[in-house]
């Protein structure tokens, strides 16, 4: 038998709520409404009985409606997995500058510049080594994301 505090201590469900269905026969949930609303990334059926988070529930990428149909009047029991921050996007990237940076300078300092590097215009330049580690990650990120496009579009396979 479960004592108060072990309920207390077991995880809940992120929101318990009557929800206005919808679709073309008012029987299907307005997920993408219920995600933006709670800020998740997914939902999850609740069984409150058992205290536990049951399937994924799915739903239609384009309309954001349930793609299984529920009852008018059904209580939800909402769980639910939280957005992702922007913290980890931006910690890679400024790893990504850091380390650029650190090998630059060990670079730009030993002086092992090929000679034809330091005949060149851009040998005589001095600029510090985070620009060089900033361009480089810029041009990655922007090529990355062409690419994409390029194969959203089919002009690339």
Not at 41 to 57: C, M, Y
Not at 69 to 91: C, M, N, Q, R, W
Not at 97 to 102: D, E, G, L, Y
Request: proline share 6%; net charge positive; hydrophobic share 45%.
């Amino acid at each position: 038998m479960e004592s108060e505090a072990d309920k207390a201590a077991a995880p809940g469900p992120v929101a318990v709520f009557r929800s206005p269905l919808g679709g073309y026969t008012q029987d299907q949930l307005e997920v993408g409404d219920i995600l933006e609303q709670h800020g998740l990334k997914s939902v999850f059926v609740f069984h409150p009985a058992s205290r536990t988070r049951g399937v994924a529930i799915r739903f239609h990428p384009r309309n954001g409606r349930s793609l299984l149909t529920y009852v008018a009047g059904s209580t939800i029991f909402l769980d639910g997995e939280p957005k992702d921050s922007l913290l980890k996007p931006v910690t890679k990237v400024m790893i990504g500058v850091a380390a650029m940076t650190a090998v630059a300078a060990v670079l730009l300092k030993e002086g092992k510049m090929p000679e034809w590097l330091k005949e060149s215009k851009l040998g005589n330049l001095n600029f510090p080594p985070w620009v060089l580690a900033c361009m480089v990650i810029v041009f990655m990120r922007l090529r990355k994301r062409t690419k994409d496009a390029m194969k959203k579009f089919g002009w690339s396979s």
